[in-house]
């Protein structure tokens, strides 16, 4: 079988684990911020009114949604947009160029929230199981 086929064919799954590992990956900014795990660094635990602890629901509670697949549209949305405020409010101002500013996962992050708003969980889903559109 060709390349094009196999990767044609396996296309939705893949969506599905873009969708998966990205939701685990974000949700771990956030068990970190409220449980202090991962426990890889010195920095202090944001406080739950600041906005860093404010992001810390998002991607808590965003990430565990995104990695199971439900609501997976609007809750990529939501996450893009937090993803946007968090480079411009927090990494922007310090360099233009993301490399320099340590912005660079806050931009991959917002862009693949966009592509899975536009492309939806896919066919490992809780959305999926439960006949949304995906």
Known sequence: MPLEATASAWAPRMLSVL???????????????FF???DFTEWPRPELGTMSGI???????????????LFTRPVAFVLAGTMAVAYFYVHAPVNFFPII???????????????LMCAGGG?????????AKV
């Open 123 to 131: 066919p490992w889903s809780v959305d999926a199981r439960r006949g």
């Open 101 to 115: 500013n340590r912005g660079e996962l806050a931009v991959l992050y917002c862009f693949a929230f966009l592509y």
């Open 55 to 69: 992001a810390g629901i998002f991607e808590l509670v965003g990430g565990i949604l995104i990695a199971i697949g």
């Open 36 to 38: 202090g795990f991962p």
């Open 19 to 33: 969708r998966i590992m990205t939701g685990l990956l974000f949700l771990q900014h956030g068990t970190w911020k």
